[in-house]
């Protein structure tokens, strides 16, 4: 079993809809999380953590359910260049020390004109 | 210029062959590591380096070594290659004492696709 499974999508959205989902990770002592952003045959880039307490970033807002092992990102009034993969990341260590990070395999959105 | 960059970007070479790819970052971060990306799966560990003395091997090392040339260079040698080593690979830094960023904010480099015949 993958340690941080995600749905590869795509996920086709129009243009100014809102889009959302999920990424679930298995190991439960997992204790940071975070999303990348990577663009079709670049390199992935930090998009935003993922706070316990669910944050926004712009358009962007990203939640965490530790007792169901998910978080999730929602994207707002999405425009053309949100078009990417986004990899949900984890780490067993907390954001103020280093640990290893599990990638997921990516969800792919499409936004369409 | 890019922060971190990565030669040769495309490499197509053929079973047994001996490849280095090599690693550069202007960061001025202490860490560095090389992932593979394969399609359907994440990008994986292969080897990581705390410091120009310390090595580590990820969850993936069997088939590659790294060599640490100084703190802004990071190669990664496949010394026979096979097909099974087809895929993209990531260089990436990241800094022991982020200035009000995370420990776990990991910069990429552009990729180096290489294609094992």
């Known amino acids: 079993r993958k340690e941080v499974e995600q749905d590869p999508g795509p996920f086709n959205v129009p243009e100014g809809a809102t889009v959302a989902f999920n990424c679930t990770y298995s190991?439960?002592?997992?204790?940071?999380f975070f999303w990348y952003r990577q663009d079709c045959r670049k390199e992935p880039k930090l998009l935003m953590s993922v706070y316990s307490s669910g944050n926004e970033d712009g358009r962007f807002t990203a939640q965490l359910n530790r007792a169901s092992q998910y978080i999730s990102l929602l994207i707002r009034d999405s425009k053309l260049s949100d078009s990417a993969t986004y990899l949900c990341v984890v780490s067993p260590m907390t954001t103020d020390s280093w640990g290893k990070l599990q990638f997921g395999a990516g969800t792919q959105v499409v936004v369409t004109p | 210029d890019a922060d971190v960059t990565q030669t040769p970007r495309n490499r197509i070479t053929k079973t047994g062959k001996r490849i280095m790819l090599e690693c550069s970052q202007t960061k001025g971060h202490d860490r560095m590591y090389w992932y593979r990306q394969d399609p359907g799966l994440g990008l994986r560990l292969i080897y990581y380096s705390f410091d120009v003395k310390d090595i580590n091997k990820g969850e993936i090392s069997d088939g590659y070594s790294v060599s640490r040339q100084a703190q802004a260079k990071f190669s990664l040698s496949l010394e026979s290659a096979i097909p099974n080593q087809t895929a993209l690979y990531f260089c990436?830094?990241?800094?022991?004492?982020?200035?009000?960023?995370?420990?776990?904010?990991?910069?990429f480099g552009p990729g180096t696709r290489l294609t094992v015949l």
């Open positions: 190991n439960s002592a997992s204790q940071s």
């Open positions: 990436a830094t990241s800094d022991s004492t982020p200035a009000g960023g995370t420990y776990n904010e990991q910069f």
